[in-house]
């Protein structure tokens, strides 16, 4: 074996976060952004690989899940190495060795700086509690789309939780807020008057339009009227008013074409989805109805693939990782 040249086209990914992989890589020409999640800030992070580095060597010689997506900006040509090959490169090569002692030298400093701020950062609460906060946080703030979705969310996950009661009834508040006063918009300070805003900026009331179409066509799926929320999906997206719910747009419109059972249909539109968003939060999910797919196609081998992607990506608390588990052994049983 030797190092393998290859090429990548646009908005292609090399890489997943979560992949276990012992390839190292080297950027021959193109552009390559590592996509990653900054542990104090929450925020995306975007490094751009210069022509000439190398990445995902950490994660190869550790033998343990990639930390960042590799997203191919344009097209790209990549040297991929084994270990033992990268090995080999960097036993006759002094100068890359001080290189990567530089660059884990600087990655080390940087993630000890962010655990100390993160050790007296407020105390960690519970992922169900914490959905339930985000919603609360938009309420009072009078951000009515967002409190929707993640109330709404929080009621997908947690259907019996014990803030679903109350999430339920926040619901109902964001909704009346949101059709009387506006995005943005509330009721007056205590003692006064409320009334409606009947000026909103046009951008404001188009985005509520937009929000209002989404969450129909979510309602839509409840009731298992797919191909009618497909279409109100369908129009979102070509409108194209607000990237938010272009993005959630995608996915529902992925899931639709599953319950159609359109599945090839439905392989494309999650494919693009990942090419389009590769850090979209609900990414393992639209792995699994792809996996989900190829079964039904009755493409064991690929389904197989996808499973095992998504369990090397998702840790065994999470409700995913048993579905993925028991899907997979449905395919081999099959097999």
Request: glycine share 6%.
């Amino acid at each position: 074996m030797s190092p393998k040249a290859i090429q990548y086209r646009t908005n292609s990914i090399i890489f997943f976060k979560g992949d276990i992989s012992d390839k190292v890589y080297i950027l021959n020409s193109g552009k390559v952004s590592l996509n990653y999640i900054d542990i104090e800030t929450g925020q995306e992070v975007h490094d751009l690989i210069k022509t000439g580095e190398f990445f995902g060597v950490k994660s190869a010689f550790g033998r343990y899940p990639r930390e960042e997506t590799a997203v191919v900006l344009q097209d790209s040509a990549v040297i991929a190495f084994s270990v033992p090959e990268f090995e080999q490169l960097i036993s006759k090569n002094t100068r890359i060795i001080m290189k990567m002692l530089k660059v884990f030298s600087n990655q080390l400093r940087r993630i000890h700086k962010q655990v100390q701020n993160l050790l007296y950062a407020e105390e960690q609460v519970n992922p169900e509690t914490g959905l339930f906060r985000i919603g609360e946080y938009y309420l009072t703030n009078k951000k009515y789309n967002q409190a929707l979705y993640a109330y709404k969310q929080y009621l997908v996950y947690y259907p019996s939780g014990v803030h679903s009661a109350e999430a339920t009834k926040k619901i109902e508040t964001a909704e009346e807020f949101l059709q009387k006063y506006g995005q943005g918009k509330g009721p007056a300070g205590s003692g006064q008057k409320n009334k409606a805003v009947v000026d909103k900026p046009q951008k404001t009331k188009e985005l509520s339009n937009v929000a209002q179409s989404y969450y129909n066509a979510v309602s839509l799926i409840s009731q298992q009227k797919y191909e009618p929320a497909y279409s109100e999906f369908r129009k979102i997206i070509e409108q194209g008013n607000d990237e938010e719910y272009l993005a959630k747009s995608q996915f529902e419109m992925g899931r639709c074409l599953f319950f159609m059972q359109k599945y090839q249909d439905c392989i494309n539109s999650f494919t693009n989805l990942i090419q389009k968003y590769p850090t979209h939060p609900d990414l393992k999910d639209a792995l699994f109805f792809v996996g989900k797919c190829y079964q039904a196609l009755g493409d064991s081998s690929k389904a197989e693939g996808f499973y095992k992607k998504i369990m090397s990506m998702t840790s065994e608390e999470e409700p995913l990782y048993r579905k993925v588990k028991k899907a997979l052994r449905t395919v081999k049983e099959s097999n």
